[in-house]
């Protein structure tokens, strides 16, 4: 049973640039969520995708943006890269309610380290 | 506002020492959730233990243990008996419900180093 899988594994991109990550969720799993970790800190929520609409965002620009397809893959994309956004992007997943509506834990992927020059 | 707070930035311990991380939650709400990751250096967050707001029973896994008391807002990890593979950073996480979704809030995470 393949867990939660992202590419690519590493990306360089130039200021200004436009990148886009992928990931596919755990087999079973319909939520994909999306986390930037800069180096030192802890993963900070960007948004949060199932029934392919985005139906949580954290405090990230328009710059920031996503999409899922039929099959629960998902997509992070972001425009006019800045030397800020140099971090780990992770991608998690999860089924959307547990057992009495409680939600699960989500599954990490092993990220993808995007770094800006 | 929602918070997490994991004033511990690193710890170093002699193989067979016992550990505890520390986590302290700020939240509104009465129903939430609590979550412990490890991080290893390869990158890739692994759960360890999600805890439910309204029950606060302690739990042991192994070498593993965890005291939640609402009452002082803390959530506290234990490795009993630390192992070189416990090296690693351990991130305290809080969950609530928005919208019917459970976005993840982070501390900023607790460098644990085992020395052989």
């Known amino acids: 049973d393949a867990g939660v899988t992202q590419s690519p594994t590493h990306l360089i991109k130039t200021r200004g640039q436009q990148v886009t990550l992928r990931c596919s969720p755990k087999s079973g799993h319909d939520t994909v969520s999306w986390y930037q970790q800069a180096l030192g800190q802890g993963p900070q929520f960007i948004f949060q995708?199932?029934?392919?609409?985005?139906?949580q965002r954290g405090n990230f620009p328009d710059r920031f943006s996503g999409h899922q397809f039929p099959n629960y893959s998902s997509e992070l994309n972001v425009n006019a890269l800045l030397l800020g956004d140099s971090a780990l992007y992770l991608c998690?997943?999860?089924?959307?309610?547990?057992?009495?509506?409680?939600?699960?834990?989500?599954?990490f992927g092993p990220g993808t380290r995007l770094t800006v020059t | 506002a929602q918070k997490v707070t994991q004033a511990q930035t690193e710890i170093s311990v002699v193989e067979k020492e016992d550990v505890t991380l520390d986590c302290v939650y700020e939240t509104r709400d009465t129903t939430y959730y609590l979550f412990w990751y490890k991080q290893p250096p390869s990158g890739e967050l692994v759960f360890l233990i999600r805890?439910?707001?309204?029950?606060?029973q302690n739990e042991i896994s192994g070498r593993y243990s965890w005291n939640f008391q609402k009452s002082t807002s803390s959530f506290n990890f234990t490795i009993t008996a630390s192992q070189v593979v416990d090296s690693a950073v351990y991130f305290c996480a809080l969950s609530e419900a928005r919208l019917g979704t459970y976005k993840y809030i982070f501390g900023t995470g607790t460098r644990l180093k085992v020395l052989a």
């Open positions: 998690a997943s999860s089924p959307r309610r547990g057992k009495g509506g409680f939600p699960y834990e989500q599954y």
């Open positions: 805890r439910n707001s309204f029950d606060e």
């Open positions: 995708y199932y029934e392919e609409e985005e139906r």
